[in-house]
Protein backbone atom coordinates (compact mmCIF):
# COMPACT_ATOMS: atom_id res chain seq x y z
CA UNK A 1 0.00 0.00 0.00
CA UNK A 2 1.44 3.68 -1.11
CA UNK A 3 1.99 6.73 1.31
CA UNK A 4 -1.06 8.30 -0.64
CA UNK A 5 -3.43 5.28 -0.48
CA UNK A 6 -2.21 5.03 3.47
CA UNK A 7 -3.28 8.68 4.35
CA UNK A 8 -7.20 8.03 2.63
CA UNK A 9 -6.95 4.70 4.93
CA UNK A 10 -6.02 6.35 8.04
CA UNK A 11 -8.09 9.40 7.73
CA UNK A 12 -11.03 7.41 7.01
CA UNK A 13 -10.52 4.56 10.01
CA UNK A 14 -10.23 7.97 12.62
CA UNK A 15 -13.23 9.44 11.36
CA UNK A 16 -15.59 5.97 12.00
CA UNK A 17 -17.04 5.05 15.72
CA UNK A 18 -13.66 3.93 17.99
CA UNK A 19 -13.21 0.75 17.59
CA UNK A 20 -9.22 -0.33 17.40
CA UNK A 21 -6.04 1.41 17.99
CA UNK A 22 -4.36 2.35 14.60
CA UNK A 23 -0.61 1.04 14.00
CA UNK A 24 2.06 2.94 11.54
CA UNK A 25 4.90 0.64 10.87
CA UNK A 26 8.05 1.20 8.86
CA UNK A 27 11.23 2.39 8.57
CA UNK A 28 13.23 5.69 9.76
CA UNK A 29 12.27 9.18 6.84
CA UNK A 30 9.23 7.58 5.13
CA UNK A 31 6.82 9.96 6.34
CA UNK A 32 4.93 8.48 9.02
CA UNK A 33 5.03 11.14 11.31
CA UNK A 34 4.26 13.47 8.39
CA UNK A 35 1.18 10.71 7.70
CA UNK A 36 0.29 11.00 11.35
CA UNK A 37 -0.12 14.97 11.61
CA UNK A 38 -1.71 15.32 7.86
CA UNK A 39 -4.34 12.69 9.92
CA UNK A 40 -4.44 14.60 12.88
CA UNK A 41 -5.29 17.77 10.25
CA UNK A 42 -7.86 16.07 8.91
CA UNK A 43 -9.29 14.70 12.10
CA UNK A 44 -10.81 18.10 12.40
CA UNK A 45 -11.05 17.54 16.13
CA UNK A 46 -8.58 17.83 19.06
CA UNK A 47 -5.62 15.89 19.04
CA UNK A 48 -2.51 15.38 21.09
CA UNK A 49 1.14 14.37 19.78
CA UNK A 50 3.91 13.62 21.65
CA UNK A 51 7.34 11.35 20.46
CA UNK A 52 9.19 9.38 22.67
CA UNK A 53 12.53 9.79 20.46
CA UNK A 54 14.26 10.97 23.52
CA UNK A 55 18.20 11.18 24.62
CA UNK A 56 17.32 9.12 27.36
CA UNK A 57 13.65 6.52 26.70
CA UNK A 58 11.22 7.52 28.92
CA UNK A 59 9.20 4.74 30.95
CA UNK A 60 6.02 3.14 30.27
CA UNK A 61 4.46 6.64 32.79
CA UNK A 62 5.45 8.17 30.03
CA UNK A 63 2.71 7.13 28.23
CA UNK A 64 0.43 7.37 30.83
CA UNK A 65 1.23 11.04 31.35
CA UNK A 66 0.55 11.64 27.56
CA UNK A 67 -2.68 9.40 27.53
CA UNK A 68 -4.09 11.53 30.24
CA UNK A 69 -3.17 15.10 28.71
CA UNK A 70 -5.41 13.62 26.02
CA UNK A 71 -8.32 12.49 27.88
CA UNK A 72 -8.35 15.92 29.34
CA UNK A 73 -9.30 17.37 25.43
CA UNK A 74 -12.61 15.07 25.73
CA UNK A 75 -13.88 17.52 27.87
CA UNK A 76 -14.76 19.15 24.43
CA UNK A 77 -15.42 16.25 22.31
CA UNK A 78 -13.58 13.63 20.56
CA UNK A 79 -9.71 13.69 20.29
CA UNK A 80 -7.25 11.85 18.94
CA UNK A 81 -4.10 11.04 20.57
CA UNK A 82 -0.49 10.17 18.35
CA UNK A 83 2.26 8.72 19.83
CA UNK A 84 5.57 8.23 18.26
CA UNK A 85 8.40 5.53 18.31
CA UNK A 86 6.23 3.60 21.19
CA UNK A 87 8.54 1.13 20.83
CA UNK A 88 11.50 2.83 22.41
CA UNK A 89 9.89 2.30 25.74
CA UNK A 90 9.81 -0.65 27.87
CA UNK A 91 6.50 -2.55 28.27
CA UNK A 92 5.02 -0.28 26.11
CA UNK A 93 2.18 -2.76 24.74
CA UNK A 94 1.23 -3.56 28.48
CA UNK A 95 0.80 0.07 28.90
CA UNK A 96 -1.31 0.51 25.86
CA UNK A 97 -3.26 -2.04 26.72
CA UNK A 98 -4.70 -1.02 30.05
CA UNK A 99 -5.20 2.64 28.96
CA UNK A 100 -7.00 1.84 25.84
CA UNK A 101 -9.30 -1.15 28.06
CA UNK A 102 -9.83 1.93 30.48
CA UNK A 103 -11.24 4.32 27.76
CA UNK A 104 -12.93 1.03 26.12
CA UNK A 105 -14.73 -0.06 29.66
CA UNK A 106 -15.70 3.97 30.48
CA UNK A 107 -16.99 4.78 26.72
CA UNK A 108 -14.45 7.73 25.87
CA UNK A 109 -14.10 8.58 22.87
CA UNK A 110 -10.68 9.38 22.27
CA UNK A 111 -8.69 7.54 19.17
CA UNK A 112 -5.10 6.65 19.51
CA UNK A 113 -2.44 6.60 16.45
CA UNK A 114 1.21 4.43 17.40
CA UNK A 115 4.04 5.26 15.60
CA UNK A 116 6.98 2.79 15.21
CA UNK A 117 10.17 2.13 13.26
CA UNK A 118 11.35 -0.97 14.68
CA UNK A 119 9.25 -4.08 13.40
CA UNK A 120 10.57 -6.78 15.82
CA UNK A 121 9.93 -5.00 18.98
CA UNK A 122 6.47 -3.90 17.67
CA UNK A 123 5.33 -7.24 16.46
CA UNK A 124 6.58 -8.29 19.89
CA UNK A 125 4.18 -6.02 21.66
CA UNK A 126 1.35 -6.39 19.25
CA UNK A 127 1.03 -10.28 19.56
CA UNK A 128 1.76 -9.91 23.64
CA UNK A 129 -0.55 -7.54 24.89
CA UNK A 130 -2.99 -6.21 21.86
CA UNK A 131 -4.00 -8.66 20.15
CA UNK A 132 -7.62 -8.46 18.96
CA UNK A 133 -7.40 -4.53 19.61
CA UNK A 134 -5.57 -2.94 16.60
CA UNK A 135 -5.27 -2.11 13.16
CA UNK A 136 -1.77 -2.08 11.50
CA UNK A 137 -0.74 0.09 8.56
CA UNK A 138 2.26 -0.83 6.99
CA UNK A 139 4.44 2.60 5.93
CA UNK A 140 7.27 1.24 3.52
CA UNK A 141 10.33 2.39 1.74
CA UNK A 142 8.71 5.14 -0.86
CA UNK A 143 8.37 3.02 -4.53
CA UNK A 144 9.18 4.07 -7.67
CA UNK A 145 6.21 5.42 -8.69
CA UNK A 146 5.89 7.42 -5.16
CA UNK A 147 9.20 8.93 -5.98
CA UNK A 148 8.47 9.99 -10.13
CA UNK A 149 5.34 11.35 -9.07
CA UNK A 150 6.75 13.57 -6.05
CA UNK A 151 10.27 14.49 -7.42
CA UNK A 152 9.62 13.48 -11.33
CA UNK A 153 12.32 10.94 -10.75
CA UNK A 154 13.34 8.31 -13.84
CA UNK A 155 13.72 4.83 -13.42
CA UNK A 156 17.43 5.25 -13.04
CA UNK A 157 17.69 7.87 -11.08
CA UNK A 158 15.28 5.61 -8.41
CA UNK A 159 17.94 2.58 -8.70
CA UNK A 160 20.47 4.43 -7.71
CA UNK A 161 19.23 7.36 -4.79
CA UNK A 162 16.39 4.44 -3.51
CA UNK A 163 13.11 5.58 -1.61
CA UNK A 164 13.89 8.10 0.87
CA UNK A 165 11.48 11.25 0.54
CA UNK A 166 13.21 13.48 3.00
CA UNK A 167 16.85 12.94 0.95
CA UNK A 168 15.62 13.76 -2.58
CA UNK A 169 16.21 17.86 -2.63
CA UNK A 170 20.22 17.30 -1.69
CA UNK A 171 20.69 13.88 -5.24
CA UNK A 172 21.99 17.67 -7.01
CA UNK A 173 24.82 17.40 -4.36
CA UNK A 174 25.96 13.91 -4.24
CA UNK A 175 28.40 14.51 -1.36
CA UNK A 176 25.74 16.24 1.07
CA UNK A 177 22.99 13.56 -0.07
CA UNK A 178 25.21 10.86 0.86
CA UNK A 179 25.82 12.10 4.05
CA UNK A 180 22.63 12.84 5.07
CA UNK A 181 21.80 9.29 4.51
CA UNK A 182 24.99 7.80 6.38
CA UNK A 183 24.50 10.53 9.28
CA UNK A 184 20.18 11.16 9.79
CA UNK A 185 19.03 7.37 8.36
CA UNK A 186 21.35 4.77 8.81
CA UNK A 187 23.44 6.09 12.04
CA UNK A 188 20.28 6.32 13.62
CA UNK A 189 18.75 3.47 12.94
CA UNK A 190 21.33 1.03 14.04
CA UNK A 191 22.46 3.49 17.18
CA UNK A 192 18.39 3.89 18.11
CA UNK A 193 16.85 1.12 16.50
CA UNK A 194 18.59 -1.81 16.13
CA UNK A 195 21.08 -2.16 18.91
CA UNK A 196 17.84 -1.43 21.16
CA UNK A 197 16.28 -4.71 20.04
CA UNK A 198 17.95 -7.08 22.31
CA UNK A 199 20.86 -7.79 23.68
CA UNK A 200 23.83 -7.51 21.40
CA UNK A 201 27.74 -8.76 22.24
CA UNK A 202 29.10 -7.32 19.24
CA UNK A 203 27.99 -4.01 18.22
CA UNK A 204 30.92 -3.69 16.03
CA UNK A 205 30.55 -6.91 14.09
CA UNK A 206 26.39 -5.93 13.59
CA UNK A 207 27.94 -2.13 11.94
CA UNK A 208 30.28 -4.84 10.08
CA UNK A 209 27.46 -6.93 8.95
CA UNK A 210 25.34 -4.25 7.46
CA UNK A 211 28.40 -2.95 5.23
CA UNK A 212 29.02 -6.70 4.11
CA UNK A 213 25.22 -7.20 3.25
CA UNK A 214 25.29 -4.44 1.44
CA UNK A 215 28.32 -4.81 -0.88
CA UNK A 216 27.05 -8.17 -1.29
CA UNK A 217 23.47 -7.16 -1.69
CA UNK A 218 21.47 -9.07 -4.59
CA UNK A 219 24.13 -12.25 -4.04
CA UNK A 220 23.99 -15.72 -2.60
CA UNK A 221 26.36 -15.55 0.54
CA UNK A 222 27.12 -18.69 3.24
CA UNK A 223 27.02 -17.18 6.90
CA UNK A 224 30.71 -19.36 6.51
CA UNK A 225 31.75 -17.02 3.83
CA UNK A 226 30.15 -13.75 5.62
CA UNK A 227 32.56 -15.07 8.41
CA UNK A 228 35.77 -15.15 6.91
CA UNK A 229 34.68 -11.90 4.78
CA UNK A 230 34.21 -9.84 8.41
CA UNK A 231 37.48 -11.78 10.23
CA UNK A 232 35.38 -12.57 13.29
CA UNK A 233 35.40 -15.56 15.30
CA UNK A 234 31.79 -15.49 15.76
CA UNK A 235 29.55 -18.16 15.15
CA UNK A 236 26.83 -18.32 12.07
CA UNK A 237 23.69 -18.51 14.84
CA UNK A 238 25.06 -14.71 16.08
CA UNK A 239 25.01 -13.85 12.41
CA UNK A 240 21.75 -14.86 11.40
CA UNK A 241 20.30 -13.55 14.60
CA UNK A 242 21.86 -10.37 13.68
CA UNK A 243 20.46 -10.31 10.12
CA UNK A 244 17.35 -10.62 11.72
CA UNK A 245 17.51 -7.88 13.43
CA UNK A 246 18.69 -5.64 10.45
CA UNK A 247 15.65 -6.82 8.51
CA UNK A 248 13.48 -5.72 11.87
CA UNK A 249 14.99 -2.51 11.05
CA UNK A 250 14.36 -2.56 7.21
CA UNK A 251 17.36 -2.37 6.50
CA UNK A 252 19.28 -5.35 5.43
CA UNK A 253 17.65 -9.09 5.14
CA UNK A 254 18.62 -12.27 4.14
CA UNK A 255 16.09 -14.25 1.75
CA UNK A 256 15.89 -17.84 1.92
CA UNK A 257 16.06 -20.34 -0.87
CA UNK A 258 12.90 -22.03 -2.23
CA UNK A 259 12.62 -25.42 -1.47
CA UNK A 260 9.97 -27.97 -0.84
CA UNK A 261 10.38 -27.73 3.05
CA UNK A 262 10.96 -24.58 5.69
CA UNK A 263 14.07 -26.64 7.05
CA UNK A 264 15.74 -26.91 3.89
CA UNK A 265 14.60 -23.28 3.01
CA UNK A 266 16.15 -22.21 6.20
CA UNK A 267 19.42 -24.24 6.72
CA UNK A 268 20.31 -23.04 2.80
CA UNK A 269 22.79 -19.71 2.13
CA UNK A 270 20.88 -16.50 2.33
CA UNK A 271 20.70 -14.41 -0.41
CA UNK A 272 21.28 -11.02 0.81
CA UNK A 273 19.27 -8.04 0.14
CA UNK A 274 19.23 -4.15 1.15
CA UNK A 275 15.69 -3.35 1.36
CA UNK A 276 16.48 0.47 0.02
CA UNK A 277 19.12 1.07 -3.02
CA UNK A 278 20.19 4.58 -1.09
CA UNK A 279 21.73 2.05 1.31
CA UNK A 280 23.71 0.89 -0.41
CA UNK A 281 24.84 3.90 -2.76
CA UNK A 282 25.47 6.18 -0.02
CA UNK A 283 28.41 3.88 0.77
CA UNK A 284 29.90 3.66 -2.76
CA UNK A 285 32.84 5.96 -4.00
CA UNK A 286 30.77 6.02 -7.26
CA UNK A 287 29.09 8.88 -8.32
CA UNK A 288 25.37 8.44 -10.10
CA UNK A 289 27.17 8.96 -13.58
CA UNK A 290 29.67 6.27 -12.89
CA UNK A 291 27.63 3.90 -11.61
CA UNK A 292 25.63 3.62 -14.27
CA UNK A 293 28.02 3.08 -16.64
CA UNK A 294 29.81 0.42 -14.44
CA UNK A 295 27.99 -2.99 -15.79
CA UNK A 296 28.31 -4.91 -13.14
CA UNK A 297 27.84 -2.53 -10.17
CA UNK A 298 24.67 -1.06 -11.87
CA UNK A 299 23.41 -4.93 -12.40
CA UNK A 300 23.48 -5.27 -9.03
CA UNK A 301 21.93 -2.03 -7.85
CA UNK A 302 19.25 -2.83 -10.42
CA UNK A 303 18.76 -6.51 -8.69
CA UNK A 304 18.32 -5.21 -5.79
CA UNK A 305 15.77 -2.58 -6.70
CA UNK A 306 13.60 -4.88 -8.07
CA UNK A 307 14.29 -7.14 -4.33
CA UNK A 308 13.44 -4.73 -2.75
CA UNK A 309 10.33 -3.57 -4.68
CA UNK A 310 8.98 -7.37 -4.11
CA UNK A 311 9.57 -6.61 -0.44
CA UNK A 312 8.37 -3.39 0.24
CA UNK A 313 5.45 -3.97 -1.40
CA UNK A 314 4.33 -7.19 -1.16
CA UNK A 315 0.90 -8.12 0.19
CA UNK A 316 0.50 -9.66 3.35
CA UNK A 317 0.58 -13.65 3.03
CA UNK A 318 3.08 -13.22 0.34
CA UNK A 319 6.32 -14.73 0.03
CA UNK A 320 9.68 -13.65 -1.52
CA UNK A 321 12.71 -16.08 -1.84
CA UNK A 322 15.02 -17.20 -4.16
CA UNK A 323 16.26 -20.85 -5.97
CA UNK A 324 19.57 -22.17 -6.90
CA UNK A 325 20.20 -25.70 -7.57
CA UNK A 326 23.82 -26.35 -8.68
CA UNK A 327 24.46 -24.02 -11.86
CA UNK A 328 21.32 -22.97 -12.36
CA UNK A 329 19.45 -19.96 -10.39
CA UNK A 330 16.01 -17.72 -10.45
CA UNK A 331 16.61 -14.36 -8.99
CA UNK A 332 13.66 -14.48 -6.78
CA UNK A 333 10.87 -16.46 -6.40
CA UNK A 334 7.27 -14.80 -5.36
CA UNK A 335 4.84 -16.97 -3.49
CA UNK A 336 1.11 -16.55 -2.61
CA UNK A 337 -0.95 -19.73 -1.65
CA UNK A 338 -0.21 -22.55 -4.36
CA UNK A 339 0.51 -19.34 -6.88
CA UNK A 340 4.12 -19.12 -7.59
CA UNK A 341 6.24 -17.60 -10.35
CA UNK A 342 9.78 -17.22 -11.13
CA UNK A 343 11.36 -13.79 -11.45
CA UNK A 344 14.96 -13.39 -13.30
CA UNK A 345 16.49 -9.67 -13.75
CA UNK A 346 18.84 -8.81 -16.62
CA UNK A 347 20.20 -5.32 -17.08
CA UNK A 348 22.26 -5.72 -19.71
CA UNK A 349 25.00 -7.73 -18.26
CA UNK A 350 25.74 -11.18 -18.97
CA UNK A 351 24.33 -13.86 -16.81
CA UNK A 352 24.12 -16.88 -19.35
CA UNK A 353 20.96 -18.36 -20.87
CA UNK A 354 17.84 -18.22 -19.30
CA UNK A 355 17.38 -22.04 -18.59
CA UNK A 356 17.15 -22.16 -14.27
CA UNK A 357 13.70 -19.85 -15.13
CA UNK A 358 12.91 -22.75 -17.22
CA UNK A 359 14.04 -25.49 -15.11
CA UNK A 360 12.07 -24.08 -11.81
CA UNK A 361 8.85 -23.30 -13.85
CA UNK A 362 9.30 -27.16 -14.15
CA UNK A 363 10.21 -28.53 -11.48
CA UNK A 364 7.77 -26.50 -9.00
CA UNK A 365 4.47 -26.51 -11.76
CA UNK A 366 5.08 -22.61 -11.23
CA UNK A 367 3.39 -20.09 -13.23
CA UNK A 368 5.54 -18.88 -16.72
CA UNK A 369 8.40 -17.16 -15.52
CA UNK A 370 9.06 -13.60 -15.47
CA UNK A 371 11.96 -11.75 -16.84
CA UNK A 372 12.53 -8.15 -16.03
CA UNK A 373 14.44 -5.90 -18.25
CA UNK A 374 16.39 -6.24 -21.48
CA UNK A 375 14.81 -8.64 -23.29
CA UNK A 376 11.43 -8.89 -20.85
CA UNK A 377 9.18 -6.48 -18.99
CA UNK A 378 11.00 -3.06 -18.76
CA UNK A 379 11.93 -2.61 -15.35
CA UNK A 380 10.16 0.99 -15.39
CA UNK A 381 6.74 -0.97 -16.23
CA UNK A 382 8.08 -3.58 -13.52
CA UNK A 383 8.39 -1.28 -10.95
CA UNK A 384 5.07 0.45 -11.39
CA UNK A 385 3.09 -2.48 -11.36
CA UNK A 386 1.39 -3.74 -7.97
CA UNK A 387 3.17 -6.72 -7.02
CA UNK A 388 0.45 -8.98 -6.57
CA UNK A 389 -0.31 -8.39 -10.56
CA UNK A 390 2.55 -10.80 -11.21
CA UNK A 391 0.85 -14.11 -9.99
CA UNK A 392 -2.35 -13.31 -11.64
Known sequence: MYVRDQLAVLSAR?????????ILAG??????????????AAFGEQSHYASADLPAAPDAGWIEQQWRL???????GPALLVLDEVQKIPRWSEAVKMLWDEDSFAGRPLQVVLL????????QGLRESLAGRFELIRVSHWSFTEMRAAFGWDVDRYVYFGGYPGAAALVEDEFRWKGYVLDSIIEPTISRDVLQMARIDKPALLRRLFVLGCSYSGQILSYQKMIGQLQDVGNTTTLAHYLSLLGGAWMLTGLDKHAGD????RAASPKLLALNTALISAQLSQSFASARQDGEL???LVESAVGAHLLNNAAPGMGVTYWRERNQEVDFVLRHGDKVVGIEVKSGR???ALAG????????NARPGLLVGTGGVPLEQFLAMAVERWLE
Open 14 to 22: LQQARQFLQ
Open 27 to 40: PRQVGKTTLARQAM
Open 70 to 76: ARLMLAQ
Open 116 to 123: GSSQFLMQ
Open 262 to 265: KARS
Open 298 to 300: WGR
Open 350 to 352: SKG
Open 357 to 364: LQTFTNTF
